[in-house]
């Protein structure tokens, strides 16, 4: 109940195609949702993250959809570009909890051909 | 570069020996947090500092990993006893506590290998 499904496993897109990534999760009680972006041998990276009392979040080139009553949230890159191409991980923290720990989904490669 | 800085970057050693890395949290940072992420995984959370406080274990963390944040600043985390199983990437994040969520930044991380 406190796992967090992600897919697709991996995904391939041209330069200017717009990637989407979905991830799905039982516990209502989760209420925070980050995405992070990791690049080999690095430690990943917030891009961005959204609250179930919203609908749609936008920043840049980045767009989290969230449709509480199907308990699924999505990343849309738009203008995909090859420096795009990195690991992508959802993640969810339990309301209830007051540590902020996040429970990761198992990440999406995504690689943007020029 | 966000702020959180691990040491080392890579370490490898034999079966059977200690090892301890060091995580320098952004400054005003209340909250710590060490991960483990294996190949092609999702990081796995193990522990959680508020200030000096450590405040919650996973059970992934078994007796032979412990974990300190003297003084609320820095953090260790040791491994005694290295098995193959513990071979890893070693992830620390830090965070400003607030309702809600926190915006965890993450370290670049230390690269276990156990032979």
């Known amino acids: 109940q406190q796992q967090v499904k992600q897919s697709p496993q991996s995904l391939i897109v041209q330069k200017g195609g717009i990637p989407i990534i979905n991830c799905a999760y039982e516990?209502?009680?989760?209420?925070?949702f980050p995405w992070y972006q990791q690049f080999p041998g690095k430690g990943p990276a917030l891009l961005i993250a959204?609250?179930?009392?919203?609908s749609e979040k936008k920043e840049g080139r980045f767009t989290i959809s969230f449709n509480k009553s199907a308990k699924q949230f999505s990343l849309h890159i738009m203008d995909s570009q090859p420096g795009d191409s990195a690991t992508y991980f959802c993640?969810?923290?339990?309301?209830?909890?007051?540590?902020?720990?996040?429970?990761f989904g198992q990440g999406t490669t995504l690689q943007v051909k020029p | 570069d966000t702020g959180v800085s691990q040491d080392p970057r890579h370490k490898i050693t034999k079966r059977g020996q200690n090892v301890t890395f060091r995580c320098d949290p952004i400054?005003?940072?209340?909250?710590l947090y060490w991960y483990r992420q294996t190949l092609g995984q999702g990081p796995e959370f193990l522990t959680y500092?508020?200030?000096?406080?450590?405040?919650?274990k996973s059970r992934l963390l078994s007796d032979r990993f412990s974990a300190e944040r003297p003084k609320g600043s820095f953090s260790t985390l040791e491994i005694q006893r290295t098995e193959q199983g513990d071979s890893a990437m070693y992830l620390c994040?830090?965070?400003?506590?607030?309702?809600?969520?926190?915006?965890?930044?993450f370290g670049p991380g230390t690269r276990l290998t156990v032979t």
């Open positions: 959204i609250r179930p009392d919203v």
């Open positions: 516990n209502t009680a989760f209420d925070y």
């Open positions: 400054s005003e940072h209340n909250r």
């Open positions: 994040a830090s965070s400003l506590a607030r309702t809600g969520g926190d915006e965890q930044y």
């Open positions: 993640a969810a923290v339990l309301g209830s909890s007051n540590t902020g720990k996040l429970i």
């Open positions: 500092f508020q200030n000096e406080a450590q405040l919650e």
